[in-house]
């Protein structure tokens, strides 16, 4: 097995992971069409009551608050009851701030469609090199999951030993401004998702995120023992 093919296929399976990474996000986000998760997290926090609304007044907030994120409507904005007065929920720090996250969301997404094609052309190559796909690739994405599950566990351990503080250091590496101090006397957001919300969708991800790499795992070992049975069987047969 040559080392370049090793490089060439390792470096395959980072742009690969990433790109399951960023799909891990999604599906936690919007995996339900009908956000149960949301509604489940809404009602753990008692949101409602302090919010002084009702669940699916709350739920027709998030839901288009999702439907923004994702880029299905242009402007951040809900007329409903709050806090005993009919008017938006959302104040322009909520809209300037949101409109950040949405565009490091779709910017994700567009990171993740670039890593898909570097992972294609990669393994393109390894094909026009004639590299040995049924060995290289398996053993590959085994050096790159624990490359990169190296660094989850240590992001993980960092946000599970102080999550206010490191949730506090995701912001200011992504975030230019301060726009994501809220106040939940005068911020109706800030309420609607409080720091426990991020911690459990911060779970959640993770969950998705090793679930798919562990399926993957498996199925390029089951490949791997079933091309090796095969080869053995044909090399037995022409003897």
Known sequence: MK????IIAVAAMLFLITAILITSFQLAA???????????????????????????????????MMAYLIGEEEELSVITDVDGKNQDFF??????????VKNLFLGGL???TACLIIFLILMA??????????R??????TAGLGLFLVIVVLLGLLFASDFTKYFTIFHEIFFTNDLWLFDPATDY???????GFFYDMTMRIGAVFIGSLAAIWIVLRVWRTVTAKMD???DKDDK
Do not use: C, W
């Open 110 to 112: 567009d990171v993740r």
């Open 3 to 6: 080392k370049s093919h090793t």
């Open 125 to 134: 190559l390894l094909a026009f090199r004639k590299a040995d796909l049924k």
């Open 91 to 100: 104040n322009e720090q909520d809209r300037a701030h949101m409109a950040d």
């Open 232 to 234: 053995a069987k044909k």
């Open 30 to 64: 919007y995996g339900d069409p009908e956000y149960k998760f949301y509604e489940k997290e809404h009602a753990k926090y008692n949101v409602t009551e302090d919010l002084g609304m009702e669940m699916p007044e709350v739920m027709d907030v998030t839901e288009h």
């Open 136 to 141: 290289l690739i398996p053993k590959a994405y």
């Open 189 to 195: 957001m800030i309420r609607m998702l409080p720091e």
